[in-house]
């Protein structure tokens, strides 16, 4: 009698490590298989063209402290590990930006290569005065764990105004956050590249969906008169909700939806298209009707202003409050996702280390 409900008992486990997984399998973003690949390949092309101090410094364990370390601000105030750009030979380049794309949109891609750029403006800008050196080529590429199979692994692009974190769990699922944009000057209003705007959908997106509220509807979205100095999470390695301002899209209309939506997707629309879904599917599984809007600052063009979306599970921020209303900070953050941390809790429930 005992060995049976012995065994009963040990079928029960078996069972239920059996049902985790299975749910593990089907609830995970299955959709970033795709991209889960190519960033394997590529991360091991990356590392394979390294020389062995090279690859000291660009491979770290995927429990390294360092791994959920990060900021936007120049390297000076804030130093990156992993190799820069601009100490890699010309064919480990390319296969490091082969590594960006494979995370990226062509959008993404080509946005991450502006804003590297922006750099050499503000060489120009700052001039002699300039309290740091402005290198488009100090953007750290690091690779956490071993790329490929079934164990957690991870890699990321960071340096100012940039910071892209891929978490990838179980060979299939990619987590992608916090990922971080931003523009100094947002417009360039000197020089060969005068009029060029690097996040102008950011902007010019969330204008689109402010006009398209009626006076009582924009009072409940402008939240203060005045916009704050910085995004209020700055760099935290994880962040809860803020609190729950703005106006809700179950009080705009159909078209206001579909704008706030549009909103939402731009900055979705960094990733690959299976990454970019599979994050979208996040948010509407939650409930659109959840997500809050809300604004601060002036609403005249070329002031400064900042805005934020929140969802149950996420919170985008945008604030342009630096260089009088010409530098733009953005940042998408996941409450339980940031650095994969969903889908490394699911992954351990499923297949218990």
């Known amino acids: 009698m005992r060995r049976r409900i012995m065994a009963r008992s040990t079928l029960a486990r078996v069972g239920l490590a059996a049902a985790l997984a299975i749910v593990y399998v089907t609830s995970v973003a299955i959709g970033s298989e795709k991209s889960a690949s190519a960033m394997a390949t590529a991360a091991k092309a990356w590392l394979a063209s390294l020389t062995a101090e090279q ?19 120049p390297n000076e105030m804030f130093p990156r590990k992993g190799v820069t750009l601009g100490t890699m030979t010309d064919s480990q380049r390319a296969l490091a930006r082969e590594l960006l794309k494979t995370g990226m949109s062509q959008r993404g891609y080509m946005t991450t290569e502006q804003i590297m750029e922006l ?24 690779v956490f764990g ?27 699922t990619v987590g992608n956050t916090p990922t971080f944009l931003g523009a100094n000057p947002a417009e360039v209003r000197e020089g060969p590249q005068k009029g060029q705007r690097t996040l102008a959908a950011e ?15 924009r009072s409940v979205a402008i939240v203060q008169a005045t916009a704050p100095n910085e995004m209020l999470t700055e760099n935290r390695t994880a ?25 939402i997707e731009v900055y979705t629309g ?12 996040k948010v509407q599984k939650a409930g659109l009707e959840n997500v809050a809007f809300a604004w601060a600052g002036e609403t005249e063009r070329g002031k ?24 733009i900070h953005s940042v998408w953050r996941d409450f339980n996702g940031d650095f994969g941390r969903d889908l490394l809790r699911e992954h351990l429930q499923a297949f218990p280390h």
């Not at 919170?315 to 209303?325: R, T």
């Open 270 to 281: 960094y990733m690959t298209a299976d990454i970019a879904s599979d994050r979208m599917e």
């Open 203 to 217: 902007e010019d997106a969330a204008r689109a969906l402010l006009d398209a509220l009626d006076s009582s509807e």
């Open 55 to 73: 690859r000291e410094q660009a491979a770290m364990p995927f429990d390294a402290a360092d791994r959920t370390a990060w900021h936007y601000v």
């Open 119 to 142: 750099e050499k403006v503000l060489q120009v800008i700052e001039g002699d005065k300039r309290r740091f050196p402005r290198d488009p080529g100090a953007y750290a590429l690091a």
């Open 304 to 327: 400064k202003h900042y805005y934020r979306i929140q969802g149950p599970t996420f919170l985008v921020e945008y604030d342009n409050s630096q260089n009088d209303g010409n530098h």
């Open 239 to 263: 962040v809860d909700p803020l609190s729950p301002i703005g106006i809700k899209a179950s009080a705009m209309n159909p078209p206001q939806r579909d704008l706030l939506k549009k909103l």
């Open 146 to 172: 071993t790329p490929g199979g079934s164990s957690p692994w991870g890699w990321r692009f960071v340096g100012h105004h940039i910071s892209f974190h891929f978490t990838i769990v179980g060979g299939r």
